[in-house]
């Protein structure tokens, strides 16, 4: 025998390398074949329920860091509710209509005009169902548990038919009409869209001083007065119509180089230096709404231009005479409405002029600025042209711009139920309470929801005409429409004519032959998700209407928390969510949005193929996501050296638990030491933390409480100490099982606790537990021990804990001057003040194993002069005196004492624990 075979040195076969790329896809398989989520489910009924709704990723391409962010977040979520005491269904989804799946078949050489439209509806689902099964597959890799055989699916017939029905309700409200006035439009992708749909990026354009020529001024100006207006879109001039002017606002004729122009007095000065005028002359003021019905001339059409008011008219820039286009501004044709100026919008799907701008027909709209600028030129119209930068709206799939165009479209009036998603606003829960006030002001300030798209891939509109041209939508149609998609899918829209969608038998006063038509645009795709609390929260048994909690990026305010808002306040009269979490982007360690120009994009794939899905879910749980969030591989790696830390300290409480069983070897609490006592009471305040903390959804506090704990009062002092018992002492010793129950404790509820997080991590460490479920996700969360005196006990140990900091840094200047090496070289002498004296006298156990010194004395008397002072305590170190114990590896005096040769380098305490464990060294001896 040798003298390491008389330690009880813990022996595990979980391993200190992790492996986690290889280890867990073999968790994942398992958990699939024991059915683990549905196991949880069956548990869970009849429990109170949790309903956190997914929003649905657009299916298309592999999953992102920001996609890894979201579904790992709601995975914690889900599996903590899971365990702390609710029904916690999560069904996952996916949107796959739209754009971005047209555009791919596209650049994959589909050519959409080309072919059957039907064929290419099936090419569009096709593509659309192996991008969710990519990234369904994805999704799975990470860890996440859910029903990922039953995911929701936008394309699904089930799903449209609940769309139509949204559809059909709102439209029975009143809420649903057709009308021609200004929207967004994308040339770029031939169709209208909606204000989630557009971002903004800097642009070089056009600024242009234009003088439109007075035809009629009321007697009030001179008929040479010329009108100077100023725009940034000097395309838009084909469509000029009229010119606003404040009613409020005092206007001035300035005499210059024989010409009278008339601007606003307040921009006089900025003008007459903008157009380099050295030589003028004011001769005339008139008030504003004296202007209202005098009539200029287009400068270079042979039409009328209406001079108008309008309250919108600001100073900011410009001239106070704004150039007006109902065709193409939203402030144009709204405030144009009372003088019926025509709409004149003569661009066409695809942004190039149409016969209505002679001169320009087939001209792109952008080289419209060019020939425009030329034509003013010509006419003696332009006043001055010069080019500034400024942020300009883009569509946010093509990335290209978009132009305001008046075209017949489908909207949802918001204005007739605004206060109502106003007042459910109020009502909801949100988490970052900034995000109240950014949807309130978007639903305050936003324009009628245009709902109509002109593309093939999608859910058609359900709305039918009559011979005559009225327009048939009742919840007649509708309801039919809904049951025929639920039977067939959409696509039966495009299979059949109008007369066979409609119900057998149903006439209209407007079709005397019986002939109808359908709609051919589309819904927006923002309506498809929007719909989900219908289709899904109502139309799943295992669901419920309205969900708790909403959870996606900021980006989502005027996206799906928009969207589903709107249409749930609209049929329902209130808000689909109970409370809305939403999270910053990803950005890489620079702080800058990644990209495949910089090369700065991480995969999910790259990151768990190198360290595994635990160590992303790590680094989810431990940043502030209620921002913007940094990471990079050089992050991660540090992620990784706390999940080796976390997995080391938990490889040690299991390997010195793996001869105790927690039916036949606990130490009742009462019978425990101080030390045992104060872990446990550390242990009730993590837990009781880390719950409050996933209540809050708050990961990162989760992840520092339990960080912390296994740093400072595991590994730094518990743990460090605990060597000396459960390594030293009897295998069956009193104060060797009480630590061992202390080590059972913390290892599973801090397993529990993790598992949310690292949840392949474990469910290993479970399997080496002594505990009842098979699984970990399938016991509860741990809960918090009323112990007695846990207060006072607290506040002796937290006293004792700065006693400790004081003598290791003793021991510190001691090591620093050579006088010990190693602390259990030291003998510490402390000269206390009362409360010390008192807290140490108080203590019920040996304090020099607490502190890892052999000898350890509180004294009476002044300290000598060489004594280290502190404000309570002045620490006197020296080296112990006796000899270093071969087992122990104490300084003592006792060694050598034995009157067995066998034991002579051993202290007293290890030659009584190795007569009694081991008896048959006394005769036998130690191998060299």
Request: with cysteine; glycine share 6%; aromatic share 12%.
């Amino acid at each position: 025998m040798k003298v390491k075979d008389t330690l009880n040195l813990g022996k595990t076969g979980f391993p200190m390398r992790a492996g986690l790329p290889n280890k867990e896809p073999e968790w994942q398989k398992n958990w699939e074949e024991a059915d683990l989520y549905n196991k949880r489910q069956e548990l869970n009924e009849g429990k109170p329920s949790f309903m956190l709704h997914d929003g649905p990723p657009y299916a298309n391409g592999n999953i992102h860091l920001g996609h890894s962010l979201n579904k790992i977040s709601k995975d914690i979520i889900v599996r903590y509710k899971n365990m702390a005491g609710f029904r916690a269904p999560y069904v996952p989804g996916w949107d796959t209509h739209g754009l971005p799946i047209e555009q791919v078949l596209a650049k994959n050489g589909v050519k959409r005009k080309e072919m059957d439209l039907l064929d290419y509806l099936e090419e569009c689902r096709k593509y659309a169902l192996s991008q969710v099964d990519t990234q369904r597959a994805d999704f799975k890799r990470l860890g996440v548990m859910g029903d990922w055989e039953n995911p929701y699916i936008t394309l699904d017939p089930s799903y449209e038919a609940a769309q139509i029905h949204v559809f059909g309700k709102m439209a029975e409200k009143g809420y649903i009409y057709k009308g021609q006035k200004p929207i967004y439009w994308s040339p770029s992708s031939e169709s209208s869209l909606a204000e989630a749909e557009i971002e903004y990026q800097d642009v070089r354009s056009a600024s242009i001083y234009v003088a439109f020529k007075a035809v009629d001024t009321k007697g009030k100006l001179p008929e040479d007065t010329e009108f100077v207006i100023w725009t940034t879109t000097p395309w838009t001039i084909p469509s000029n119509m009229g010119i606003f002017t404040h009613p409020d606002y005092e206007y001035v004729l300035v005499a210059v180089d024989g010409r009278k122009f008339l601007i606003a007095s307040d921009l006089l000065n900025d003008v007459a230096e903008n157009l380099e005028w050295t030589d003028y002359e004011v001769i005339q003021t008139i008030k504003g709404s004296e202007l209202d019905g005098m009539i200029a001339r287009h400068p270079f059409y042979d039409r009328d231009s209406l001079v108008m008011n309008a309250e919108y008219v600001t100073l900011d820039s410009g001239t106070g005479l704004v150039h007006t286009a109902p065709g193409h501004g939203e402030d144009d044709y709204f405030f144009s409405r009372k003088y019926n100026l025509p709409v004149l919008s003569p661009i066409d799907d695809r942004g190039y002029y149409t016969e209505e701008a002679p001169g320009f027909e087939g001209l792109f709209y952008d080289e419209g600025n060019k020939k425009v600028t030329e034509l003013l030129e010509e006419k003696g119209a332009l006043l001055k042209l010069s080019f500034f930068t400024h942020s300009y709206p883009h569509d946010w799939r093509t990335k290209k711009p978009v132009i305001f165009r008046a075209t017949p479209q489908w909207f949802a009036s918001i204005d007739k139920f605004r206060q109502d998603i106003l007042s459910e606003v109020e009502k909801v829960d949100w988490v970052m309470p900034w995000g109240k006030t950014r949807l309130y002001n978007m639903v305050r300030d936003r324009g009628d929801w245009v709902i109509s798209r002109q593309r093939a891939w999608g859910v058609p509109l359900p709305i039918f005409y009559a011979e005559d041209g009225t327009e048939i939508i009742t919840p007649e149609t509708t309801n039919h429409v809904a049951d025929l998609f639920k039977e067939h899918g959409s696509k039966v829209w495009w299979e059949r004519d109008a007369k066979d969608l409609l119900p057998e038998g149903f006439t209209h006063p407007g079709s005397p032959n019986g002939e109808f038509t359908k709609e051919k645009d589309i819904m927006d795709v923002w309506f498809d998700s929007g719909s989900s609390h219908e289709a899904v929260l109502r139309g799943r048994k295992e669901l419920s209407f309205p969900a708790d909690l909403y959870l996606e990026g900021s980006d989502q305010y005027r996206g799906w928390f928009n969207s589903s808002i709107t249409t749930s306040v609209a049929i329902n009269g209130v808000a689909p969510y109970k409370a809305v979490l939403s999270q910053g982007f990803v950005l890489d360690g620079q702080g800058r949005k990644m990209s495949k120009s910089i090369g700065n994009i991480i995969a999910p794939g790259t990151v768990v193929k190198q360290y595994g899905a635990d160590i992303l879910r790590l680094w989810v749980a431990s940043v502030d996501a209620e921002s913007d969030v940094r990471v990079s591989m050089e992050i991660l790696g540090q992620v990784s050296e706390t999940y080796r830390k976390i997995r080391n300290t938990l490889r040690f409480l299991i390997a010195n638990t793996s001869d105790f069983s927690k039916d036949d070897n606990s130490v009742d609490y009462e019978e425990l030491q101080g030390s045992d006592k104060y872990i446990l009471n550390r242990l009730n305040e993590v837990v009781t933390a880390s719950l409050e903390a996933y209540n809050k959804y708050d990961f990162m506090t989760v992840y520092k409480t339990v960080f912390n704990f296994l740093t400072n009062d595991l590994s730094a002092f518990y743990l460090d100490f605990a060597k000396d018992v459960v390594y030293i002492e009897g295998a069956d010793s009193k104060a060797r099982r009480s630590m061992q129950t202390v080590f059972n404790e913390i290892l599973v509820k801090l397993t529990k606790l993790l598992s949310p997080i690292i949840p392949h991590t474990a469910e290993e460490i479970w399997s080496y537990l002594d505990e009842k479920e098979e699984y970990v996700y399938l016991a509860e969360m741990p809960t918090t021990v009323e112990y007695v005196n846990s207060q006072e006990l607290t506040d002796t140990w937290s006293a004792f804990m700065d006693f400790r900091d004081e003598v290791l840094k003793a021991l510190e200047v001691a090591r620093d001057e050579k006088v010990i090496g190693k602390s259990l070289e030291a003998s510490v002498t402390v000269y206390p003040n009362e409360v010390v004296r008192t807290l140490l006298a108080s203590m019920d156990e040996d304090i020099a194993k607490l502190l890892i010194v052999s000898e350890f004395v509180v004294a009476n008397g002044d300290a000598p002069a060489d004594a280290q002072q502190f404000e309570d305590v002045a620490i006197s170190v020296k080296h112990a005196e006796g000899e270093v114990c071969d087992r122990c590896r104490r300084t003592d005096l006792t060694v050598g004492q034995s009157e067995n040769e066998h034991l002579a380098h051993f202290c007293k305490r290890c030659a009584d624990i190795v007569t009694e464990e081991f008896p048959e060294v006394l005769t036998e001896g130690f191998e060299a």
